[in-house]
């Protein structure tokens, strides 16, 4: 392997970071809504983002990838590869969010709803002040998990063409008949990426563990 | 939008057909290996002496940090330059059932873990030793608690089973590819496919659902 080809590693790093951080950063908020949909029971709508949230965490990612590719143009929709990528991505950590989200709220203790009620705060104002801030806090280990399993799958990105760590590894494997080298130093970004996020995490719950210690 | 591609869909069902059985056969081979294999981990991650035991942790975490199609492409354009080659097909089910065996080796010990040490105890006050405390005591409540989670990892490996079509090996998205492809019917082809990987989980959803039962029910 020749330094351009490790640049070329990086770069798909860097596309494989950029794509999944967006992705995630869509998907968390969607994810909180379609859960926020289903805890307040919203006549019609829950039953469908039930439907909908069980087919997606259902469908491999890559299906779901050359769906979002190959047929939205067929409806009249065009998207850059990268942007199908992001969407594919989103949309499948939103389906999990949803769940972990839920998960948070359905466990979260109902006399603290009360006695805002009782204070007479309205519903965005105890969602605002009460639920969210403690939901963020208890949904944080899942949400972290399922950023780095956002990442394992984000290979499917490599399917549409879209250069990520993967498809650069491919690329130079196949042109230098050496698919071993550019492999193994793929394994190891993907181990710095998901080593980070967990470290971070970490870092994240000792201090909150430290704030509420003090 | 119109039902004209699920008609060319229906008229090509043999060959998506043939795909869902490919994956179906895939699913159930590689689960039964992953079993398997993930169980005789586990056995020696709580058994075993400590010089096997390290290493051995330190692969798993390997393992479950790497994105399965790395490991796919690893398996199969990789180790030919060992010297080692495999048939798509080969190559598939080996990296789907080294991948999700290290899942199925840490999820057994996470079970083994929260069991209280009582009954252990106890059976062993009443004379239980050897094969039979291990079978009749220590493992039946560390499957039955583990069960819902296997069927999670179960349905990872249907999901991670479309990975393959990388490969080439010829499942479910793959032959949702070929007939999108020659008919230029993506939207009702892929459609088609997800509804069978949708039916395939619920599939495993309903068989834990039933497993749970029997486990509550024997408590």
């Known amino acids: 392997m020749t330094t351009i080809d490790y640049l ?67 409806l009249g929709i065009e998207l850059p590869r990268v942007v199908a990528a992001v969407s594919t991505l989103a949309l499948g950590s939103m389906a999990y969010n949803c769940e972990i989200w839920r998960g948070a709220l359905l466990t979260f203790p109902k006399d603290q709803l009360d006695a805002a009620k009782a204070f007479g705060m309205r519903r965005n104002l105890r969602l605002q002040h009460i639920i969210l801030p403690q939901l963020v806090r208890s949904a944080l280990p899942a949400l972290v998990n399922e950023m780095t399993l956002l990442i394992k799958v984000s290979p499917a990105i490599a399917v549409i063409g879209v ?45 909150q563990l430290a704030g509420n210690a003090a | 939008m119109n039902f004209h591609g699920f008609e060319i869909v229906w008229s090509q069902r043999d060959e998506m057909l043939s795909g869902l059985a490919l994956t179906l056969q895939i699913v159930v081979i590689s689960s039964a290996l992953a079993g398997i294999v993930g169980f005789a981990a586990f056995w020696l991650l709580v058994q075993g002496r400590s010089s096997i035991v390290r290493p051995m942790k330190t692969a798993i975490d390997l393992i479950r940090a790497v994105p399965f199609m790395l490991l796919c492409y690893l398996i199969y354009y990789g180790l030919p330059s060992l010297g080692v080659t495999f048939s798509n097909m080969t190559a598939g089910v080996t990296a ?93 082809s892929f459609i088609c496919a997800i509804l069978f990987y949708w039916i395939l989980c619920l599939g495993v959803e309903g068989g834990v659902r039933s497993l749970v039962r029997v486990a509550e029910s024997r408590r």
């Open chain 2, 96 to 188: 789907l059932t080294i991948y999700n065996a290290a899942y199925v080796a840490e999820l057994l010990r996470g079970s083994w873990k929260a069991q209280p040490p009582e009954a252990n105890e106890a059976a062993r006050a009443l004379g239980f030793h050897g094969w039979k405390l291990v079978t009749r005591i220590i493992l039946p409540p560390v499957f039955l608690d583990a069960v819902p989670m296997l069927g999670n990892q179960m349905i990872q490996v249907i999901k991670d089973s479309a990975f393959l079509v990388i490969i080439t090996v010829q499942e479910l998205t793959y032959s949702a590819n070929e007939i999108q492809a020659t008919y230029y019917v993506p939207f009702a």
């Open chain 1, 163 to 207: 250069t990520d760590v993967t498809r650069a590894a491919v690329r130079i494997g196949a042109s230098t008949y050496q698919p071993v080298p550019p492999f193994t130093v793929a394994l190891l970004i993907y181990l710095a990426i998901i080593g980070a996020l967990v470290l971070a995490q970490r870092l994240f719950e000792n201090r």
């Open chain 1, 8 to 74: 070329a590693l990086l770069a798909g790093a860097g596309n494989t970071i950029a794509i999944s951080a967006i992705a995630i950063v869509l998907g968390s908020p969607l994810g909180l809504m379609l859960a926020l949909i289903r805890w307040a029971k919203v006549p019609g709508l829950d039953g469908l983002v039930a439907i909908l949230v069980s087919l997606l965490r259902a469908t491999p990612s890559v299906t779901l990838m050359l769906l979002v590719y190959f047929a939205l143009p067929v």
